[in-house]
């Protein structure tokens, strides 16, 4: 049977959760909902295929991050993990000029543009990580137009570069913020319903109620909840339309 609720992008591979992880994933289950755990490095990209391998309702995405600096990408090892029957996606890639000073572009769009190669190579969904980028990201996924699929993670940008990544075929991933601002309801509605997802990025940013405390894919709830409330249809609605379009997505179902 398919999930109730499908958080697309968590880091359950996080130290957040090493006192409690087994316990976390076993709510989820008793929820009916399955999550993607997304690596950000070597190190938690094997981390995640791991539980993907210990857990039927976790899958995994490899990747390296692009304020995470390894030094020149290594493209067999990333190969190898992407090419586990559990591992989903590649990510979460991309580029942040937020957190990073401009010199460091040329840096990141050279890993990206590895990410996006072995991506295509492989026929897996990009998980995208785009900040105060999305100009050079667009230009870079559009060279390649027709060749890739994937979702903006935790999308964070406006109504017309949304425009853009839907006409290149990606997704929107909404996560806690949308919770407690209104700066993103435009995209919210404006966005087709078969080409949104929701996902809590755990632990970080939890949505409301939760704000403070350290997030979890047990409250991916509250970023459908929001995303009907905006939409002005029910809950049930977006859960299942959510659900879909990640099984689609993601797992070819």
Known sequence: MPPKLFDIHSHLNFPQFDGDRDEIIKKMRENGIWTICVGADKKTSLESVALAEKYEDVYAAVGLHPTDDEGEFDTEYYRELASHPKAVAMGECGLDMFRREKGDMERQKNVFEKQIELAAELNKPLIIHCRQAHKEALKMLSAKAGKLKGDIHFFSGNWEEARQYLDLGFSISFAGPITFTSEYDEVIKKTPLDRIMAETDSPFAAPAPHRGRRN????????????????????EAVAEATVQNAMKMFLNA
């Open 216 to 235: 979890e894919p047990l409250f991916v709830g509250e970023v459908v909840k929001k995303i009907a409330q905006v939409r002005e249809i029910s809950f």
